[in-house]
């Protein structure tokens, strides 16, 4: 299938773009490749192929563009928007489990003619046609659940994350760049109830073991794996990096340049 008019488009209301997915949202790609991490496994993302993000999940994602051109889909499915289809279509859970933050779909038909039907509504802007919007939303959405209807347990779960395993949890997630309460959240605990458990478990303080964990991993992938600083350090959830050289030589006592060339 060939878009002639889409490059890009976004339907739905706007989410942030942090590494917290506070919506589920469908993602299909027309040019390019994204390689995506939820903290246990990689992804990758071809043209022609879809999958759905999941809410209350950390997730990083990154975009490779063919000759200079990136194109995709994106249609979000919030918790209103889906609250209103859950009583219009009598949906049902039986919370059977679907791990990760990502769904992957591949390649299927009905999508590809899905987005092809998105063609002459689309205003050239990056957006639908906002009258037309909610309706594509709810197409799409029982075009998915025809496909693999165990996506109702995904899509129709409004429940908040349970507690669950602060150590495993952490160890496995420890790289994302996220606010201590979106840790908190996600292991089902109080701000307070987090901080209390964490040092219980760690003996030390959710801000200072994150900090040195990030370092050491970023230690051995310098110094056994023969990695710049420049291609780990945002992975290892750093902002920036001049504050993760600043770190790094405090604890260690050489800058990640010069270890990587000892």
């Known amino acids: 299938m060939k878009l002639t008019t889409i490059s890009s488009c976004y339907i739905g209301p706007e989410i942030s773009p942090e590494q917290f997915i506070p919506e589920h949202f469908f993602l299909y790609l027309i040019r390019g490749a994204i390689n995506g991490y939820d903290g ?138 996220v606010s201590l309460e979106r840790f908190a959240y996600l292991t089902g605990r109080s701000l307070s109830a987090f901080k209390r458990d964490f040092k219980q478990v760690f003996n030390d303080t959710p801000s200072h073991w994150l900090i040195q964990k990030r370092l050491r991993e970023s230690y051995f992938l310098i110094s056994k794996k023969g990695k710049k600083p420049t291609d780990i350090y945002l992975d290892l959830g750093f902002e920036d990096l001049s504050h993760f050289s600043f770190v790094f030589k405090k604890m260690f006592g050489v800058a990640p340049t010069a270890l990587g060339k000892e």
């Open 40 to 177: 246990n496994k990689n992804y990758t993302l071809k043209p022609g192929e879809y999958c759905i993000a999941r809410k209350n999940h950390l997730a990083r994602y990154n975009k490779q563009k063919d000759d200079d051109v990136f194109g995709k889909i994106v249609v979000i499915f919030d918790e209103a928007f889906l609250k209103v289809q859950k009583e219009k279509h009598k949906m049902h859970i039986n919370k059977a489990a679907i791990s990760g933050a990502f769904v992957a779909g591949g390649k299927n038909e009905r999508i590809e003619t899905f987005i092809k039907s998105l063609e002459p509504y689309y205003n050239g802007e990056g957006r639908l046609d906002g009258r037309y919007a909610d309706i594509k939303r709810e197409e799409l959405l029982l075009i998915l659940l025809a496909i693999n209807p165990e996506l109702a347990n995904v899509f129709f779960d409004f429940a908040i994350p349970q507690k669950i395993n602060i150590e495993a949890f952490m160890n496995s997630n420890y790289k994302f760049n």
